[in-house]
Nanobody, 120 residues
Framework: VQLVESGGGLVQPGGSLRLSCVAS????????MGWFRQAPGKSREFVSA????????RYADSVKGRFTISRDNAKNMVYLQMNSLKPEDTAVYYC??????????????WGQGTLVTVSS
């Protein structure tokens, strides 16, 4: 499974961004998908995840109510809509695929990441 993220960039505090992840490979629609992030000098952390049907979603407490994960299996796409962004959301964001939905950083497949910078 190959994953490629896009949509990162520089945004002011309070702004919004939508990250996209396109997946290719065998039966990607059957994988749970997750978003993780890693800020400079910190460990990679869970942000959000969605089951392969889209019926189950999970969010880190720090992003609940601000971020929304979604997927379009027909297009092999996963999205992360990020609203009310804060400077502490600054990080490299990674898309990941796994055989089951989980909030741990043990996903099977990872993208290269896209940088999100929240700053005025």
């Amino acid at each position: 499974v190959q994953l490629v993220e896009s949509g990162g960039g520089l945004v002011q505090p309070g702004g919004s961004l939508r990250l996209s992840c396109v997946a290719s490979g065998s039966t990607v629609s059957r994988y749970a998908m997750g978003w993780f992030r890693q800020a400079p000098g910190k460990s990679r952390e869970f942000v959000s995840a969605i089951s392969w049907t889209g019926g189950i979603t999970r969010y880190a407490d720090s992003v609940k109510g601000r971020f929304t994960i979604s997927r379009d299996n027909a297009k092999n796409m996963v999205y992360l809509q990020m609203n009310s962004l804060k400077p502490e959301d600054t990080a490299v964001y990674y898309c990941a695929a796994n055989n089951g939905i989980t909030t741990t950083v043990t996903y099977d497949y990872w993208g290269q990441g896209t940088l999100v910078t929240v700053s005025s």
